[in-house]
């Protein structure tokens, strides 16, 4: 019998509403998986992908995570990872380090057994290099096996990697398929194989909003009973407390109800994520802010996602819109770093979805080559100086934010059809019950609700004018995000 921890997208570092107290958060949570690791003797931890948020984790983030698999290690409980999207770099990896260190161990291609399971990985691979995989892994001669892998794999949602095929073609038959990537926590059996998501472990975006946790993955027939060899069960995190408040304003309430609304619920030391719809009057969030703040919240933030309707006259006449933007854009006359910018969100041949990513791309690429930092300078003064219709400092902040998301280095040579998708960009919901593997294969029933009210990180939109054919907000990324 061989049990593990199955634990993923941990995001150490991630300084999340630009909190430090989220940060630490992040390191805090992977802290009580080992504990529990520890508590409980598993086997293994097994982690799969995205430990780091970034792939420059900074040195309180690199000295915090060793300090947690040096307890693993003092415990003499290995630790299997592999790479993720958010931390992979060009120079080698973190966990190289940690492996040279003797705090981990980077499963790959040959097996490596632990119990009578033999573990192999699989790094997050971009989409332009999928077809190459040949999926060849040394042959083993344990009772199990089992891949670990960092991707979006299928049948759960957004994937984008076959996850028949690749079964299908790996040269070792796996009894289960351990995953990170989606911070969803779900199960599903592929051609008789189990796959599984354990989530991240704090959430990383307001749309996740189900309780955290990882999966107890034990391999044994035996023990597991029935046609099964492997079971999956989930176990919970306690995590920061986030307090969701959906506030549905009726014509003629304010503020007032929205004070009300927020005041039902503890705030105290939560993260506190304000919605409002519907109709009524104006609301200042700051206000609502100051609420949260007085009932001592770690954060406070309100979307207002109603129609804002604009005092402004705008006078649109013109033959083609795509003119009087470009007029409008040498008006404001933009470094070239701003124009790649814009170039990103507003080619066609770029999925909204690629926007957040590209950016990044571009804006590294121009930072990297040396001396050409002067990419950053505006071109000429702007006729009328004005800078009106920007986001305002939160806004911006938030930009800022999501320029933080990690970026697929090996990919950043202009594929920009390829670059990933990151679940936080995810507006799913599932069921996340404690639930034995062995019972259900098809958790998948309840993993399809999409529900599109939960990113409350995406404030803003009333500016954006790039939408309208948008179906997904949270990948809107506007111009002036980046100015
Ligand atoms: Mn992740």
Same mark, same amino acid.
């Given at each position: 019998m061989t049990r593990v921890i199955h634990t =993923?997208?941990?995001?150490?570092?991630?300084?999340?509403?630009?909190?430090?107290?989220r940060?630490?958060?992040?390191?805090?949570?992977?802290?009580?998986?080992?504990?529990?690791a520890i508590d409980e003797d598993v086997d293994a931890v097994v982690h799969a992908g995205d430990l780091f948020h970034d792939r420059r984790p900074e040195l309180p983030d690199l000295m915090g995570t060793i300090s947690v698999l040096r307890?693993?290690?003092?415990?003499?409980?290995?630790?299997?990872?592999?790479?993720?999207?958010?931390?992979? /770099?060009?120079?080698?990896?973190?966990?190289?380090?940690?492996?040279?260190?003797?705090?981990?161990?980077?499963?790959?291609?040959?097996?490596?057994?632990?119990?009578?399971? &033999?573990?192999?990985?699989?790094?997050?691979?971009?989409?332009?290099?999928?077809? *190459?995989?040949?999926?060849?892994?040394?042959?083993h001669d344990a009772d199990y096996a089992a891949l670990v892998a960092h991707g979006l794999f299928e049948p759960f949602a957004h994937a984008d990697w076959d996850t028949e095929e690749m079964l299908d073609k790996? /040269?070792?038959?796996?009894?289960?398929?351990?995953?990170?990537?989606?911070?969803?926590?779900?199960?599903?059996? $592929? &051609?008789?194989?189990?796959? /599984?998501?354990?989530?991240?472990?704090?959430?990383?975006?307001?749309?996740? !909003?189900?309780?955290?946790?990882?999966?107890?993955?034990?391999?044994?027939?035996?023990?597991?009973?029935?046609?099964? !060899?492997?079971?999956?069960?989930?176990?919970?995190?306690?995590? !920061?407390?986030?307090?969701?408040?959906? $506030?549905?304003?009726?014509?003629?309430? =304010? +503020?007032?109800?929205?004070? +009300?609304?927020?005041?039902?619920? *503890?705030? +105290?030391?939560? $993260? $506190?994520?304000?919605? %409002?719809?519907?109709? #009524?009057?104006?609301?200042?969030p700051a206000a609502i802010e100051e609420i949260g703040d007085e009932a001592g919240a770690l954060v406070s933030r309100v979307t207002d996602r109603r129609e804002v309707e604009t005092d402004a006259d705008i006078d649109v006449s013109f033959a083609d819109p795509e003119d009087a933007v470009r007029e409008r854009i040498d008006e404001m006359a933009l470094s070239a770093a701003a124009l790649d910018v814009?170039?990103?969100?507003?080619?066609?041949? %770029?999925?909204?979805?690629?926007? !957040?990513?590209?950016?990044?791309?571009?804006?590294?690429?121009?930072?990297?080559?040396? #001396?050409?930092?002067?990419?950053?300078?505006? #071109?000429?003064?702007? +006729?009328?100086?004005?800078?009106? #219709?920007?986001?305002d400092a939160d806004t911006l902040d938030e930009g800022g934010e999501h320029l933080d998301n990690g970026v697929d280095v090996e990919d950043s040579e202009k594929h920009v059809e390829d670059s990933e998708e990151h679940v936080e960009d995810i507006n799913v919901e599932t069921e996340s019950t404690e639930k034995d593997g062995t019972d259900d294969p098809d958790v998948r029933g309840d993993a399809e609700t999409v529900d599109d009210t939960n990113d409350v990180d995406d404030t803003n939109d009333a500016d954006d004018t790039n939408d309208a054919d948008d179906t997904n907000d949270d990948g809107q990324v506007t111009m002036e995000d980046y100015l």
């Open positions: =993923g997208d941990t995001h150490v570092g991630y300084q999340q509403y630009h909190s430090p107290v940060r630490q958060d992040f390191l805090d949570a992977f802290d009580a998986v080992v504990d529990d307890r693993l290690d003092d415990a003499d409980i290995p630790f299997l990872a592999v790479v993720g999207n958010h931390e992979a /770099t060009r120079g080698g990896q973190w966990l190289d380090l940690f492996e040279r260190l003797g705090l981990a161990t980077r499963l790959g291609d040959t097996p490596t057994v632990v119990g009578d399971t &033999a573990f192999y990985g699989l790094d997050h691979v971009p989409v332009s290099r999928r077809d *190459d995989l040949e999926y060849e892994f040394d042959p790996s /040269t070792v038959g796996f009894d289960a398929v351990l995953l990170g990537d989606n911070h969803t926590p779900d199960r599903a059996k $592929v &051609a008789g194989t189990w796959v /599984t998501y354990p989530g991240s472990t704090e959430r990383a975006s307001a749309t996740e !909003r189900e309780g955290r946790g990882y999966n107890v993955v034990t391999f044994d027939e035996e023990a597991v009973g029935g046609d099964d !060899r492997v079971s999956i069960r989930r176990r919970a995190l306690d995590t !920061r407390e986030f307090v969701f408040v959906s $506030v549905e304003l009726n014509h003629g309430e =304010g +503020e007032t109800r929205v004070r +009300e609304q927020v005041r039902q619920h *503890d705030l +105290e030391d939560a $993260v $506190v994520l304000v919605e %409002i719809t519907g109709d #009524g009057e104006p609301v200042t814009d170039e990103a969100v507003r080619a066609e041949t %770029i999925a909204d979805s690629n926007v !957040r990513e590209t950016v990044k791309m571009r804006i590294e690429e121009r930072l990297e080559e040396d #001396g050409e930092l002067d990419a950053f300078d505006r #071109g000429r003064r702007p +006729e009328n100086g004005s800078e009106s #219709g920007g986001p």
